[in-house]
């Protein structure tokens, strides 16, 4: 890489949603991204179609992150076909909400699978080609319920509390290689996700949080961004909120 390229970002799940609002906030910032989807392949030509018209670079990966060892691979496949790897965001996530004595397997599985296990797995292999790289930055998509629990969120309060774990574990061992590893919590942000909720349950969160609404996805990517600058890199290991303040901590 010389110093008129630009770094490469991956962001999981970047064809709507948070992942999409952090690709285009990526882009904006100089990276060069990875726009990766599940299913919303359309969606996601749009997002890197979009940064090209703004003049960056993007380029879409399709992936099922529910089967972890596809996460490894995406990372590999970004890596090979952009040249590397500086950034890697996972943010893609699924809910299977109920409670938990009536909680099927199948509900449990899907939700770690898809939140940890491939996070875990896209660490593993970004890391790897951080390493040769002498630098990374690997910045994971937890939830305030992952601090301060959730009821009828078992599996995904569960994989959001792992994420946290895995990043303070990982902050650890590759801080010598100059990879920062840090999550992001979110509260209770616009989207498709807490479109599923009823009036009723927003009006309730809304009344908890001190800044008196939800936040936005741009509330959220303009985080993201300034944990992938040069600005933070003094900075890992940390459980950054973003809540409105709905759980200081
Ligand atoms: P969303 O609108 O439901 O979007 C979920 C994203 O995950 C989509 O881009 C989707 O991609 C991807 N995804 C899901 N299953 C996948 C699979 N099997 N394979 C590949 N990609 C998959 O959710 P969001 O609100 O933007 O949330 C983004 C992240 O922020 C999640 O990790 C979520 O837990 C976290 N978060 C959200 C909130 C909130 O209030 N919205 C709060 C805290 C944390 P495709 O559509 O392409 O399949």
């Not at 290991?237 to 200081?248: M, N, R």
Request: proline share 2%; hydrophobic share 50%.
């Amino acid at each position: 890489m010389t110093d008129s390229q630009p770094r490469i970002a991956l962001v999981t799940g970047a064809g709507r949603g948070l992942g999409k609002a952090m690709a285009l906030k990526l882009a904006e910032g100089g990276f060069s991204v990875a726009v990766h989807y599940g299913r919303s392949s359309d969606e996601a030509e749009a997002v890197a179609g979009q940064i090209r018209a703004d003049g960056g670079q993007a380029q879409t990966f399709a992936a099922d992150l529910s089967v972890p060892a596809n996460a490894g691979k995406l990372v590999e496949d970004v890596a090979a076909q952009l040249g590397g790897l500086h950034v890697l965001v996972n943010n893609a996530g699924i809910t299977r909400d109920g409670l938990a004595i009536r909680m099927k397997d199948a509900d449990w599985d899907a939700v770690m699978a898809t939140n940890l296990s491939s996070a875990f797995a896209a660490c593993r292999a970004a890391i790897k080609i951080m390493m040769r790289s002498r630098a990374g930055r690997i910045i994971n998509i937890s939830s305030v319920v992952g601090l301060m629990g959730n009821p009828g969120q078992a599996n995904y309060v569960a994989s959001k509390a792992g994420l946290i774990g895995l990043t303070k574990a990982l902050a650890k061992e590759y801080g010598a290689r100059n990879i920062t590893v840090n999550a992001v919590a979110p509260g209770f942000i616009a989207s498709d996700m807490t479109d599923a909720l009823s009036d009723e349950q927003k009006a309730a969160y809304v009344a908890a949080i001190p800044l008196g609404r939800l936040g936005s996805a741009d509330d959220v990517a303009a985080l993201v961004a300034f944990l992938a600058s040069d600005a933070a890199g003094y900075i890992t290991g940390q459980i950054v909120g973003v809540d409105g303040g709905l759980y200081p901590h």
